[in-house]
């Protein structure tokens, strides 16, 4: 838990959010400014400001996160394709600094 993270304030449950899935180690929840007809966040609870802040002890946390994308990608109609971006830093995007996986789908996607 960081002070003053929107994110941690979530996953105690101080803020409200539409929540998806939950584990003890991930939360997945509702983009509020949804890019995609499905647009969730996949949050580790831990607090983990970015990529470079990952610890080798969290490897198995990094793996908890993947499997709770697989499990959500199995809720997804049709082809189940979906898209997971991570802006890491301000300079693309990053506006929370808790680390946070987008998971998109719903739409036809180009090329970057
Ligand atoms: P990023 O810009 O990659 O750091 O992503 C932060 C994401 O959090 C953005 O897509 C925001 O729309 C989303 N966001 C901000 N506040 C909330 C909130 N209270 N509940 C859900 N999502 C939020
Ligand atoms: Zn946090």
Same mark, same amino acid.
């Given at each position: ?14 803020? &409200?959010?539409?929540?998806? @899935?939950?584990? @003890?180690? /991930? /939360? ?5 400014? &949804?890019?995609? &007809?499905?647009?969730?966040? /996949?949050? &580790? ?40 971006? /991570?802006?890491?830093?301000? @300079? ?21």
């Amino acid at each position: 838990m960081a002070a003053d993270c929107l994110f941690c304030k979530i996953i105690n449950k101080e803020l &409200p959010a539409t929540i998806i @899935d939950e584990n @003890d180690d /991930v /939360v997945v929840l509702k983009d509020i400014a &949804p890019k995609a &007809p499905v647009h969730y966040l /996949v949050i &580790p609870k831990k607090h983990i400001k970015d990529i470079q802040s990952i610890q080798k002890e969290d490897a198995n946390l990094v793996a908890k996160i993947l499997f709770m994308v697989q499990k959500i990608s199995k809720k997804l109609p049709g082809s189940q394709a979906f898209r997971l971006i /991570v802006n890491n830093g301000s @300079d693309v995007g990053q506006s929370v600094f808790h680390m946070h996986w987008h998971f998109l789908s719903g739409k036809k996607m180009q090329d970057f």
